[in-house]
């Protein structure tokens, strides 16, 4: 079976072959992890706030975007926005981010009055009941079953301060963990004041006079339509996509360098073996295909690992920290072709040089 | 008699930093088909160019080589490959067999490369081959686990395996013991006499010299002996 001179050449070495595959497998583990966890976030934002059953959000300036949220906006705008015509309810949200609980990623926290926050969004509680006091949360069923934590236990936010699950709700909408407005305002130290106001229409059809009316009434602030909040993390996080292209590109050359180096040590501890190929007749074409057919089992294995580790890797860090990986055929095919375009690429070279030595000095070489 | 190789006042310059050495000084010599011929002389007298330059692995400075009715110096770097892929078979001192290989494995190896994209190997022209060198019971065996000898029976293997017009060796038994030199060199005379296999073969042993059919001599890139005899 290994009297392939490809496959025995490499199991000559392995160490060095296998050093060699899981450089390419890095290349895609980064590809595969970096891309999987954006689609996951990506998705899971976008599922989430597509349960969000108001159509406006009515706030200041700059005050909430993807990543950030302050609490400047003044409740008295609640009455003022539930006078204007066409306008069913509105409701107040702080929303608090912090880093996550366990050290790793991001975790938003939701002030809001549980009853008319789950009336305009459709949440129920499955379990317990509404958060009252100022140590008091709710929290979605996907948090609960991440963090192993049910109505009694306790979960930490602001640091280490200690709050207990009092309910579970469904459907997820928003942050996972909810509060009440006044506890949040407490913790906060910002009373009467939120992040924003969901603003629920008695037409959705009707939303976008609905919200000339509220620019009319309230000039100066800020309204969006909860629809086109996230619609793709890329366009949500200035630079994302820059910043993953960048990393397919970082990734195509660490497979390509590792694959090279080998290949360059490979042919130079193999000259000798290379010059009797020429003695034996090969062509420069055949010497090529041999060292090209070894990168690119080399870069096949890596491939292989990559996407095995990718996937254990990113289901053990969902386990672990909650984060969400969604991995997609297109990122797939592009973490294929840069492992064994990576890998063809690096080692042309080491190929080129080695289908070019004169071959009575490749003969002599010791 | 037909020849099968035929060379023409070859001459070989190597440019060695600003000195021209002459390794070849108009060399002329004919090769007939079924020849058995030892090539002597002191080292550096340009015998291994001479081997070098009949397998088409470096180019004269001047003068012609013609093997089997195809010119080795009228032809592309590519186009000698393949004549030398076709038509050349090598056997060198230090064997050079591909220790990741078996036996089987390096006559494959030949094979592939001497059929190109024809086709795939003879298993029974491999077994044939590695019996008649008495290596049958080595042939799934690794270099390193063989004694030089037996290494060096492969290495004719692989060198015949592909039916070539020349065999050519370089000292082929430089790194053998006496007993095992022999064996050798009863190889090669047997190919030589059973199968009208044309070989040249550098050597500096005088009994292995002995047991070809003529000897030529080498002195300062020339040969100043051309046709000695041998009686065997």
């Known amino acids: 079976m290994f009297d392939s001179l490809v496959a025995a050449n490499i199991l000559q070495r392995p160490v060095r072959a296998l050093v060699s595959v899981a450089g390419v497998a890095l290349g895609v583990c980064l590809v595969m992890l970096f891309t999987g966890l954006a689609r996951g976030m990506s998705n899971d934002l976008e599922r989430r706030s597509s349960n969000m059953r108001a159509e406006i959000l009515f706030t200041r300036p700059g005050s909430k975007e993807l990543m950030t949220s302050t609490v400047n906006l003044s409740t008295r705008y609640v009455e003022e926005l539930e006078r204007i015509a066409g306008v069913e309810a509105a409701v107040p949200v702080i929303r608090y981010i912090s880093q996550g609980s366990r050290g790793f990623g991001i975790e938003q926290v939701e002030g809001v009055e549980w009853a008319p926050y789950a009336a305009m969004n459709g949440m129920r509680l499955i379990e317990g009941r509404a958060p009252e006091g100022n140590n ?41 963990i909810k509060m009440s407005l006044a506890a949040m305002q407490d913790a906060l130290e910002t009373p009467n004041k939120c ?17 000339e009316r509220i620019d009319a009434a309230l000039p100066g602030n800020k309204i969006q339509f909860t629809n086109e909040l996230v619609l793709n993390i890329e366009k949500s996080i200035p630079y994302l996509g820059v910043f993953l292209r960048t990393l397919v590109g970082l990734a195509a050359v660490v497979s390509a360098l590792v694959v090279m180096l080998a290949m360059y040590t490979t042919i130079t501890e193999r000259t000798r073996e290379i010059g009797v190929l020429k003695a034996l007749g090969a062509s420069r074409g055949y010497i090529i295909s041999v060292i090209e057919k070894e990168a690119l089992l080399i870069s096949f294995l890596g491939l292989v690992i990559g996407f095995a580790v990718s996937f254990i890797a990113g289901h053990l860090i969902h386990r672990t920290y909650g984060l969400v990986f969604e991995y997609g055929w297109s990122w ?32 002599s070489y010791e | 008699m037909r020849t099968i190789l035929k060379a023409e006042n070859l001459q070989k310059t190597y440019r060695v930093g600003s000195v021209d050495v002459h390794a070849l000084r108009g060399v002329s010599l004919d090769v007939e088909e079924g020849d058995f011929l030892a090539i002597m002389g002191p080292s550096g ?25 195809e010119d080795l110096t009228a032809v ?47 298993a029974e022209r491999r ?51 006496t007993e095992n030199s022999a064996i050798v060199l009863n190889m090669f005379q047997e190919m030589n006499y059973r199968f009208n296999q044309t070989i040249i073969m550098i050597t500096h042993n005088p009994e292995a010299a002995a047991m070809c059919r003529r000897i030529i001599q080498m002195r300062d890139g020339q040969i100043v002996a051309p046709n000695v005899a041998v009686q065997i």
Request: overall charge positive; charged content about 20%.
């Open chain 2, 45 to 69: 007298c340009g015998k291994s160019t001479l081997l070098h330059l009949f397998g088409g692995l470096l180019t004269p400075t001047a003068g012609r080589i013609v093997i089997d009715d």
């Open chain 1, 195 to 211: 992040s924003y106001v969901l603003v629920k229409c008695r037409d959705a059809n009707e939303q976008r006079v609905i919200a």
């Open chain 2, 127 to 177: 077994r044939e081959v590695l019996t008649l060198l008495q290596l049958e019971d080595k042939m799934h065996h690794k270099p390193l686990e063989m004694s030089g000898g037996e290494q060096q029976r492969v290495a004719l293997a692989r060198a015949v395996v592909t039916s070539p017009a020349i065999i050519l060796a370089d000292e082929p038994t430089g790194n053998l013991d």
């Open chain 1, 332 to 363: 797939a095919l592009t973490a294929a072709a840069i492992g064994l375009g990576g890998g063809a690429l690096g080692a042309l070279y080491p190929a080129m040089r080695a289908a070019g030595l004169d071959p009575v000095s490749a003969l």
């Open chain 2, 76 to 122: 592309t770097d590519a186009q000698r490959t393949d004549i030398r892929r076709r038509k050349i078979g090598f056997v060198f001192q230090r064997f050079n067999l591909f220790p990741t290989l078996s036996a089987d494995g390096n006559l494959r190896l030949a094979e592939r490369i001497h059929a190109g994209s024809n086709g795939a190997g003879n």
């Open chain 1, 136 to 176: 008091e949360v709710v929290i979605d069923e996907t948090k609960a079953r991440n963090n192993r934590v049910g109505v009694g236990g306790e979960i930490q936010i602001f640091g280490n301060r200690a709050y207990r699950v009092v309910g579970v709700y469904s459907p997820e909408s928003g942050a996972r």
